[in-house]
């Protein structure tokens, strides 16, 4: 079988460069997918750099893949040679414990295998992300994306959309609640987005007032500047549910100030260091501090077919393998609008 051209990490603290894998032969349930698209999530470079520990190099990053179906298995039902499909954060779990069976994969209780930086199950093959030109997945792990949707803004919806996507769901947000997301990068233009095809009526918060405009276009009608003097008290127990997507350690107390009584803060955002917190808000008003991760294949594909039906993408910078360290630089500066995708295209 032909080598596979890719980019990977190969040390936590050097530049990704060109890297060949040999890919598994397609088994009968497994569909051969050419890439076409692959976004850039933060958790991508805190593997690559080992920031969160166990990476296992070389390091082929990318769980935002979209491409179309080249060969399938014998035993394949669900998908044919030539269908736009996409892969996401997972690529097998062990089907049988309770979250697998309950449609939650994600929480598998013997380890969902990831898309990168894991193992197949029952072996020692590593697998590798969508930095590449061809991925190989069970059919039971890949995902249709609908027709209407541009695959190149439909890549991020396997990762940040559906991470955002989830807790909206889980806790029941609905027409005319009061919504906040903080932060406003790749998770947090997805949450609004979909908040508001919800119905919400959604806040942004965010340090200063840089994506003021940018929130409103998207579709918030308010914004609070955490900077501006007082304005966290101003908006004291406003909200029904606030989804957290920043990544940094902040002191989450202030936030919870902000929750109703009886309402929740989901925490998406995987900071390097813990945050911290103060445990009266959320005792003298009855609040909740959750978290989430990503969603189950089910939920998944109805994350997708919600975008579909709204024409929701994601906003983002088209840019050639060639340029994954610059783009990796400028995640971790916040200088993307608001989700770097690969065009795999131009991997000569």
Same mark, same amino acid.
């Given at each position: 079988m032909p080598l596979i051209e890719a980019y990977a990490a190969f040390k936590s603290n050097e530049p990704l460069r060109r890297f060949q894998f040999?890919?598994?032969?397609?088994g009968d349930h497994d569909v051969q997918i050419e890439i076409h698209y692959s976004g850039v999530c933060h958790s991508d470079i805190h593997t690559a750099r080992n920031e969160w520990g166990g +990476?296992?190099?070389?390091?082929v990053p990318?769980?935002?893949i979209v491409g179309k179906v080249t060969e399938v298995g014998p035993a394949v039902t669900k998908y044919k040679v030539g269908d736009s499909v996409g892969v996401g954060c997972m690529v097998d779990s062990c089907r049988n414990c309770f979250s697998c069976k @309950?449609?939650?994969e994600q929480y598998c209780d013997n380890g969902s295998t990831f898309t990168y930086n894991s193992k197949l199950?029952? +072996?020692?093959?590593?697998?590798y992300g969508g930095y590449a030109k061809q991925i190989v997945v069970n059919e039971d792990f890949v995902l249709k994306i609908p027709a209407n949707l541009p695959l190149d803004k439909a890549a991020p919806l396997l990762c940040a959309g559906v991470t955002t996507y989830s807790p909206l769901r889980q806790w029941k947000v609905k027409q005319g609640d009061q919504v906040a997301i903080i932060g406003l990068g790749g998770l947090g233009h997805m949450a609004v987005k979909l908040a508001v095809a919800m119905g919400a009526e959604v806040t942004?918060? +965010?340090? +200063? @007032?840089?994506?003021?405009s940018d929130s409103t276009k998207l579709g918030a009608k308010h914004y609070i500047n955490t900077s501006e003097p007082d304005m966290l008290n101003q908006n004291a127990n406003k909200?029904?549910?606030?989804?957290?997507t920043v990544s940094s350690d902040l002191d989450l107390t202030p936030f919870l100030n902000l929750l109703k009584l009886d309402s929740t803060m989901v925490q998406v955002g995987a900071p390097e260091k813990p945050n911290s917190l103060n445990i009266f808000p959320l005792i003298f008003r009855r609040r909740r501090l959750a978290g989430s991760l990503i969603g189950g294949i089910k939920e998944t594909q109805e994350m997708l077919d919600f975008c579909g039906k709204h024409n929701i993408s994601s906003d983002i910078e088209l840019i050639s393998m060639e340029k994954i360290n610059e783009a990796y630089e400028r995640v971790v500066k916040g200088d993307v609008r608001y989700?770097?995708?690969i065009d795999m295209k131009s991997f000569k």
């Open positions: 040999q890919n598994r032969k397609t +990476s296992i190099y070389p390091v990318g769980h935002e @309950n449609g939650t199950k029952g +072996s020692e093959t590593q697998t942004v918060i +965010s340090r +200063s @007032n840089n994506k003021k909200f029904d549910f606030i989804l957290n989700r770097f995708v």
